[in-house]
């Protein structure tokens, strides 16, 4: 029996079939489902060189790596740029990758390094509007607009002397070996493992801008958010300006590691202090406002939780979140009524993490149960309080990591307390408050739904 000359590839999780469908039962995606010819498998004699085995107990320097001067980029990556590093840079579109590495790749250009700038999407001159509206016209940044890999990769053969490559996008560059569109599962995985290999041989770092569908994960096969070294994300809502560069993998520094930028007219400008720019505009002397004291990555951050309770008598309630787990918030309201006695099934709920923030860690649980209970009783929170612990289905306050961080966070930006849940001696050690912060804990939600109650009471008395 002859074999098959062509197969069909999910393009949202590359699950192979035997023949095409509209929908794909592997992800559940329509429309993705392509035809790719099948590639011939090499065949690999057992003739290579030999390798070298190591024992695991000795040490190596760490890698050198170049800074691009723009601190919260650096940041995420865990100190700059690695030397044969490949990242993944993905977000919607619009959002602001390209100015971001375009401001990122000038910066290091002006130190003297030499940075290849590969567009796929964009013409030479377009990239030169984009520099001169940001002011970057004067970088010694090289620029070229190509998707043919085998020219690209011909290129930078020669490049032996560039620090940084950056390629916009993956999902655009094209290799004539590979019998499908560019964009395909084929054409992206076999274009990633051309360019990952040529910077390894060739000591520079990659940087490759990815799509994301619109569910907000990368396009294209998963497999290649395992190539890269680092995956970062660039999130944002369109109706605000700030945005977060957030690290979801880092093989040579801290996951989870935020960066926070400021869109502007002249580009996006860092966010040194986010804490203080999340809580500009909070007006502290309204019912259903907390603050929640968080922590992205090693960088402690304060941001305002916002909640509305309106009225509904249709019997079906509504529940809208914004920047928060909806599942999370259903199973604090369960809480709520069942263990604390706060009625909330008649009214819709909608909640709110103020800034775009994207809040996700467990111990923002306490806060927004907090602006529940404030919103429910219509007292406004103590505006100089911060709150932070994980709350279970008993309704028990539990312990979250770096309670000290984020008490100094408070401490430093004017906070007289801070709500958490009661301390436990961990061995020798004990949680400590900084000077001049006062602490409230508290062993279970109800205690602090009673203190609203309580405020609500004596106001109606």
Not at 410 to 423: H, I, M, N, S, V
Request: hydrophobic fraction near 45%; aromatic fraction near 4%; charge should be neutral.
């Amino acid at each position: 029996m002859a074999k098959p000359t062509s197969r069909f590839v999910c393009q949202s999780c590359a699950a192979i079939t035997a023949k095409w469908a509209g929908r794909c039962e592997a992800c559940g995606e329509w429309n993705t489902i392509v035809e790719e010819a099948v590639q011939a498998a090499p065949v690999i004699k057992s003739t290579g060189r030999r390798i070298e085995f190591v024992d695991l107990a000795g040490s190596t320097e760490p890698p050198p790596r170049a800074a691009t001067g723009i601190a919260e980029f650096d940041r995420v990556l865990g100190g700059g740029l690695v030397a044969g590093s490949a990242v993944l840079l993905a977000g919607d579109p619009g959002i602001g990758k390209s100015t971001l590495l375009l401001q990122a790749a000038a910066a290091l250009a002006k130190t003297g390094k030499r940075v290849l700038y590969v567009s796929g999407e964009e013409a030479i001159e377009q990239v030169r509007l984009r520099a001169r509206r940001l002011g970057l016209s004067d970088s010694k940044l090289e620029l070229a607009a190509a998707i043919n890999l085998r020219d690209i990769a011909g290129s930078l053969e020669h490049a032996t002397d560039a620090t940084l490559v950056v390629i916009d996008s993956i999902q655009t560059m094209w290799l004539d070996t590979i019998d499908s569109a560019p964009g395909t599962v084929g054409q992206v995985r076999a274009c990633s493992f051309e360019l990952i290999r040529l910077a390894k041989t060739r000591n520079f770092s990659l940087v490759l801008v990815g799509h994301v569908t619109k569910e907000g994960a990368i396009a294209g096969p998963r497999v290649l958010e395992h190539m890269v070294d680092a995956v970062l994300y660039f999130e944002g809502d369109r109706g605000h300006q700030f945005r977060i560069l957030r690290g979801v993998k880092n093989r040579f520094g801290a996951t989870d590691e935020i960066g926070v930028f400021e869109m502007t007219e002249r580009g996006l400008a860092e966010v040194a202090n986010p804490s203080a720019l999340f809580l500009a505009e909070r007006r502290g002397n309204v019912a259903g406002s907390a603050v929640f004291a968080g922590l992205e990555g090693t960088r402690p951050v304060l941001v305002e939780i916002q909640c509305l309770l309106a009225p509904n008598a249709s019997g079906s309630p509504r529940r809208s979140v914004i920047g928060w787990e909806a599942g999370r918030l259903g199973m604090l309201l369960a809480v709520l009524e069942t263990r604390c006695g706060l009625r909330l099934s008649a009214s819709d709920v909608y909640l709110n993490v103020a800034g775009g923030l994207r809040v996700t860690e467990p111990a923002a649980d306490l806060a927004v149960a907090a602006a529940l209970a404030s919103a429910a009783c219509e007292q406004p929170a103590d505006p100089g309080m911060v709150f932070f612990g994980e709350v279970g289905l008993s309704g028990e306050v539990r312990q979250v990591a770096q309670s000290e961080a984020r008490m100094k966070e408070a401490q430093k930006l004017g906070f007289e307390t801070a709500c958490l849940p009661r301390r436990v001696a961990r061995g020798n050690r004990t949680l400590t408050a900084p000077d001049g912060l006062k602490l409230h804990e508290i062993g279970h939600l109800s205690d602090l739904v009673a203190r609203f109650a309580g405020k609500a009471g004596a106001t109606r008395g």
